[in-house]
């Protein structure tokens, strides 16, 4: 099942969406507005909205978002840095997340914006010390990400939380889809139609598993929190006025527009 949260008149909902789309397009797509919420039993309530009648909404607020670096070896290797022996954490706020279609304001203090194609892994359900033979039970599905970079930033405060922190740095989208098998899908990114990133989740250095075995040794998940995964190799600039498109397969495809930040 495919997962949107959305708004139409002012309110805000869950829906599962149905039907099938030309690349790039919602026609055809419907959506079935779903009763209560989609981190517990739930039904469709069997009033259907198309698609292009409503505003797609981030598919997920999550408490937190924790990302894992350097994951892709090909793409460690691209940024002259060591690939970790051991999974690589850090955070993006809840703050940082928008939605498809909304615009990621390029940040005043950076001048490098790096993209960064990535799959998210939503958390279904409350958990923590989860082990490895029950991941698959806690998460509810996956979307697009795309770990937007202040990469001089990065460099230069050897931290990252302004880095890749920033506001508007977390697009995540269109929805989740609930019904997938995650370890080997295309991850590809197109900047104003160019390809850029191409890669296959089956080039994880750490796989799903090991990042949440990794991370809720440390922490609770909530539901709703979304964990990245890593990006693949290629990853370059953003300019204003740029509009960069994640696609994974199975899942579908997250386009954001670059914009000066007001």
Known sequence: MR????????????????????????????????????????????????????????????????????????????????VPDVPFAFFKPSTSVIGPGDEIAYPSFSQELHH????????GRMCREVPRE??????????????????????REKQWARAKGFDTSCPLGPWVETDLDPSDLTIQCTVNGQQRQLGRTSQMIHSIEDLIVNISEAMTLLPGDVILTGTPEGVGPLNVGDEV??????????????????
């Open 116 to 123: 960064e194609a990535e799959l998210a892994v939503v958390i």
């Open 245 to 262: 498109a994640v696609t994974i397969e199975g899942i579908g495809t997250l386009t954001n527009k670059v914009i000066k930040r007001g």
């Open 3 to 82: 997962i949107a949260r959305f708004s139409i008149d002012g309110n805000v909902a869950f829906g599962a969406v149905e039907g099938d789309s030309p690349p790039g397009t919602t026609d055809g797509l419907v959506l079935d507005i779903i009763k209560g919420i989609p981190f517990a039993d739930f039904e469709l309530s069997g009033t259907k909205v198309p698609l292009s009648k409503v505003r797609l909404l981030p598919p997920v607020l999550p408490n937190k978002v924790v990302a894992f670096g350097r994951n892709y070896a090909e793409h460690a290797k691209e940024l002259g840095n060591e």
């Open 134 to 155: 029950r991941v698959k039970d806690v998460i509810l599905g996956y979307t697009c990400a795309n770990d937007v970079t202040a990469r001089d930033v990065q460099k």
